[in-house]
């Protein structure tokens, strides 16, 4: 009797330890710290119009103000892709605010 006494015991020490631990890490409050996505255009809320100023565009897809816009930031923007390739001057894959400036009027439709 004894020995089938142990073996449910220890089975139910297990099964409460991991309800404990499930328990614990299923209602594990917040530290305060937000993690940051890989691609942070991809959780905007809106992308910017074709009537926005430039500045204003490149502000929304390059929220972390690193400086410049990559094909990732602006893929959410159907049809700029051509713009984009046209004012990458040197073809790193970045436009700058100055490169930008000249793919939103592309884009834009005010430079064909």
Not at 30 to 38: I, R
Not at 59 to 69: E, F, H, Q, T
Not at 83 to 110: C, H, M, V
Request: charged share 20%.
């Amino acid at each position: 009797m004894i020995s089938t006494i142990r073996p449910a015991r220890l089975a139910a020490a297990v099964l409460f330890a991991g309800l404990g631990a499930v328990a614990t890490t299923g209602f594990a409050q917040s530290t305060g710290t937000t993690a940051v996505p890989s691609n942070p255009s991809a959780t905007m809320a809106a992308p910017p119009g074709k009537t926005e100023a430039p500045d204003v565009a490149f502000k929304k897809l390059d929220p972390s103000a690193k400086g410049y816009v990559s094909k990732e930031d602006a893929a959410q923007l159907q049809g700029f892709d051509t713009a984009f390739q046209r004012a990458d001057a040197n073809k790193d894959g970045k436009l700058t605010p100055s490169e930008f400036n000249q793919a939103w009027a592309i884009y834009s439709g005010s430079m064909k």
